[in-house]
């Protein structure tokens, strides 16, 4: 069994910055990939980033490139998303989840086992 918990969100100006932690226990963390997805109200969950299993490889949607940083400490089975010059439309429930494959990186929720329960992010105007 995994279990992920994801902490960090809170209320922040647009052009500010937070940085998420997705806490990991249970199932060999470091062997899988893991991903960052995001929802806002009303709409779908969708992929914001993820990274392999020893964190050489990263990738993200285009939305987010350049802005957003995810980064693995593998001593500490934790993964970070370090997101900077937020924008209202990054507004949303953004979870933490792991994958089922060592390199990689899915984007489809379908392909994700085992999920947080999700931190809230706010971008004000």
């Known amino acids: 069994q995994v279990q992920l918990v994801e902490s960090g969100g809170g209320l922040v100006q647009a052009g500010g910055s937070l940085r998420l932690t997705c806490a990991a226990s249970g199932r060999a963390f470091n062997m899988y990939a893991m991903g960052w997805f995001r929802q806002a109200p009303g709409k779908e969950r969708e992929f914001v980033g993820g990274?392999?299993?020893?964190?050489?490889?990263?990738f993200y949607t285009d939305s987010v490139k350049g802005r957003f940083t995810i980064s693995k400490d593998i001593a500490k089975n934790m993964v970070y998303l370090q997101m900077n010059s937020l924008k209202p439309e990054d507004t949303a429930v953004y979870y933490c989840a792991q994958g089922r494959w060592r390199n990689r990186i899915a984007t489809m929720t379908d392909d994700y086992d085992y999920w947080g329960q999700g931190t809230q992010v706010t971008v004000s105007s």
């Open positions: 990274i392999n299993w020893n964190g050489g490889n990263t």
